[in-house]
């Protein structure tokens, strides 16, 4: 193994851990995170030399990442999604059908997967990972001002559901 | 505008850094990069998409004039040049010289597998060709899997070492060629062709390879490159569809030859299936032949005028079932929804009477945009086919991905002819061409519920309870 594949195997242990929750936090799928993970780290690898040379490796995969999250739906595989047996019909619409595991907050995962990906990667990258709104903006391809709005309205949207009061914003359901 | 300074509160920054550190709190890096990388350098490799895993190799194409076509192919001439010796058989001696990572091993299967000359002008013949495109090679790298003179036939399958791995131990490549022409003929007429370039992912990944004779025609016959580790290998020789929704796969087993090539005629039910499953280690499946999907077979039985795309997207939807050739398109219809969308609908019946629904709703306005992906959806009707024109059936689908319409599932529905609107519950759409949709936003409630058609002067005409769906992007 050479120098160039020891350091890229080195960043990629050291980054993924935030990478993958990144990919998460806009995906709310882990298997489509670690697809879209891997799938990133795999263009880092290709151009690693040139990455690495250019001194931001990390910026260069985080954005690698964001862009696969947000586009995971354009080629994704064929999954089976069942519906709810008949003997099981009365079960809450609100209640998600893949994540009732241990360990899961299923309605703050409902309120998350409420936010269209753009408005969610928005509320991810500038509030959890406390980035600026140019930052955030650069990662996401959009302006500022995008930004601005869309943290805002998922911030808002994200409290509506989680707070008693009625949700009536239904913009980007679709 | 809402403010832009409405800031995420900290309990709900805590709770959402806690439900994403909980849900990948065991994901690992490795080896998926490794795979990651190793995907994406294969597609790179040039050629490597037209010789994917579980190809259809044409072998009537290349040579029909020497091979004949004959229905009879025993009667055809006996061949010349080298012949198998008297011994040929699964138990042929191994193959010299060290063999390349590829993971396969064990004797030369095939009618020829023991030849000691005829493997040697096979591999003379693989190195002078893999030279002449720059690709030097050694007789000792050419691993011959399995040759054999079959039915008028004569086949070389070996493989080779795929290049220079950069990724370490754990990841490996290996080429595999086919030389093929007709039985008897020598290593030099045979033409040759490069299948594709395979990754040995834990070292112990088969492939199938489908042959036949024309590009219309079903493949007649599999040849499956597997591990030492790989026990058994069966090919699906029939399905069975039951209303409760399971389908009971009849399974023929193959043969071995040699010590990796598990080989088979297949009956044509068999090479429309192209189906196979393996006991002792993983085997990469393939699809049917692309000229006999459903969503081809589909379009047969479509009416003048009908949107064809549509119908094969949901012909398509029915692959998910992957009906055999047993079942037998009876409906295939289509009507428009918008200016850009449509929704249609094909049913199969089985051989029992069930029917086999497979839907779709194709937008073209919105095709290249995730927002707007064609939904198609299939499933087993729970209720007989008798006459097509008074059949109902409707499905019920969920959008992909769950996401806040996790359970709102949108209803496309069948009618029978005659109805002119469907109602569930309190909301009525308009039915065109036998076809109506609900949308999700209509029924908020999702799960199954009672659908009826109605005439035109509001009678109930019909009435069926929503079927479980499978949604297939």
């Not at chain 2, 087993?253 to 990796?260: D, H, K, M, T, V």
């Amino acid at each position: 193994m050479d120098d160039d594949e020891a350091d890229f195997r080195e960043f990629v242990t050291l980054r993924w851990s935030s990478l993958v929750t990144t990919a998460y936090l806009i995906t709310t799928d882990r298997g489509i995170a670690e697809d879209c993970v891997q799938e990133a780290m795999a263009r880092v690898h290709r151009h690693w030399r040139s990455v690495r040379k250019d001194g931001k490796p990390a910026a260069y995969a985080r954005q690698a990442v964001v862009n696969a999250a947000l586009s995971w739906r354009r080629r994704r595989r064929i999954r089976e999604v069942p519906l709810t047996p008949a003997d099981q019909a009365t079960r809450s619409a609100a209640e998600p059908v893949d994540q009732r595991v241990q360990g899961v907050d299923p309605t703050l995962l409902a309120a998350l997967r409420s936010l269209p990906p753009q408005m969610r990667a928005a509320v991810a990258l500038r509030y959890l990972e406390d980035r600026s709104e140019a930052e955030t903006a650069v990662l996401l391809g959009c302006s500022v001002g995008t930004v601005k709005s869309s943290t805002s309205r998922g911030v808002a949207r994200l409290r509506a559901v989680l707070e008693p009061a009625p949700l009536t914003d239904r913009e980007g359901a679709r | 505008m809402e403010s832009s300074t409405q800031e995420l509160p900290a309990e709900l920054v805590e709770r959402l850094h806690r439900l994403a550190a909980t849900q990948m709190s065991e994901s690992r890096p490795w080896p998926g990069v490794d795979r990651a990388v190793h995907r994406m350098q294969r597609r790179r490799l040039a050629g490597m998409s037209a010789a994917a895993l579980g190809c259809v190799l044409i072998i009537g194409m290349t040579f029909s004039g020497a091979l004949g076509l004959s229905s009879d192919r025993s009667q055809q001439a006996p061949p010349a040049g080298p012949k198998p010796s008297a011994s040929a058989s699964a138990t042929a001696t191994a193959p010299t010289g060290p063999l390349p990572a590829s993971g396969f091993s064990g004797p030369v299967g095939g009618s020829l597998g023991s030849d000691k000359t005829w493997l040697k002008q096979v591999r003379a013949r693989i190195v002078e060709v893999e030279a002449s495109v720059k690709r030097p090679l050694t007789a000792a790298d050419v691993q011959v899997l399995w040759t054999s003179d079959r039915d008028g036939v004569r086949y070389v399958y070996a493989v080779l070492p795929g290049g220079k791995n950069k990724l370490g131990p754990g990841l490996r490549y290996f080429r595999d060629v086919v030389l093929v022409g007709p039985a008897g003929a020598s290593a030099d007429k045979l033409v040759y062709k490069t299948m594709g370039t395979h990754d040995l992912e834990d070292g112990n990944v088969g492939h199938a390879m489908y042959l036949r004779r024309t590009a219309t025609a079903l493949p007649d016959f599999v040849l499956i490159a597997a591990s030492p580790a790989v026990t058994e290998v069966e090919v699906a020789s029939s399905r069975k569809f039951s209303v409760d929704g399971t389908v009971t796969v009849g399974w023929r087993s193959l043969r071995r030859e040699g010590g990796a090539v598990w080989v088979g005629r297949l009956t044509r039910a068999e090479g429309y299936l192209s189906e196979f499953r393996s006991v002792g280690g993983p085997i990469r499946n393939s699809t049917n032949a692309a000229t006999h999907q459903p969503k081809h077979r589909a379009v047969t039985v479509a009416p003048a005028g009908s949107n064809l795309a549509a119908i094969k997207d949901a012909g398509a939807a029915l692959s998910w079932l992957n009906p055999s050739l047993a079942e037998q398109p009876v409906l295939a219809i289509s009507a428009p929804l918008t200016d850009t969308a449509t929704l249609a609908a094909t049913v199969f019946r089985t051989p029992e009477g069930l029917a086999l629904v497979g839907f779709a709703e194709r937008d073209v306005k919105f095709k290249e945009t995730w927002r707007h992906l064609t939904r198609r959806g299939a499933a087993i009707a729970k209720q007989p086919i008798g006459d097509p024109d008074t059949f109902m059936a409707v499905l019920s689908t969920v959008k992909l991905p769950p996401a806040r319409e996790d359970l709102n599932a949108g209803y496309a529905v069948l009618t029978p002819v005659g109805a002119t609107s469907a109602r569930i519950g309190d909301v009525t759409v308009p039915v065109r061409n036998r076809l109506a949709l609900f949308e999700p936003s209509a029924i908020p409630d999702g799960g199954y519920v009672t659908v009826e058609a109605l005439n035109a002067q509001g009678t109930v005409i019909a009435s069926v309870l929503s079927l479980r769906g499978t949604e297939v992007p």
